[in-house]
């Protein structure tokens, strides 16, 4: 088992910056590849970003590429997404998610998830 735990969330104007993180425990976080996803009201969960088991591969969804960045530190048992230049439509609930090998896109993809943390970005 591996627990994600998400944290970083709050209240943004838009243009501003946030960042997020999400601290694991349980397995050995550098063999898992980690996700993030948000879900805004009535939305289904849609992939952010994605990084590989040691940090050398990196994706991201259309909608945020170039405005966010996600990264790891695999002593701190953390991953992180950088968040610059935020719209109000970024505003969802963000989660974390982990799988063992390599990194999707897809919600299916994840065996492990955070609880989320709330990011809203007003106008």
């Known amino acids: 088992q591996v627990q994600l735990a998400e944290s970083g969330g ?5 243009g501003g910056s946030l960042r997020v993180s999400c601290a694991a425990s349980g397995r050995t976080f550098s063999n898992y590849a980690m996700g993030w996803f948000r879900q805004a009201p009535g939305r289904e969960r849609d992939f952010v ?6 940090g050398g591969i990196t994706y991201y969804a259309d909608s945020v590429k ?3 960045t996600i990264s790891r ?3 701190k048992n953390t991953v992180y997404l950088q968040m610059n230049s ?7 609930v963000y989660y974390c998610a982990a799988t063992f090998g390599m990194s999707g896109t897809g919600p299916d993809e994840y065996d492990y998830w955070g609880q989320g943390t709330q990011v ?3 106008s």
Do not use: C, H, M, Y
């Open 10 to 14: 709050g209240l943004v104007q838009a």
């Open 49 to 54: 970003a994605a990084i590989s088991f040691n």
């Open 66 to 68: 170039v405005r966010f």
């Open 73 to 75: 530190d695999n002593t």
């Open 86 to 92: 935020l719209k109000p439509e970024d505003t969802a």
């Open 120 to 122: 809203t970005v007003s």
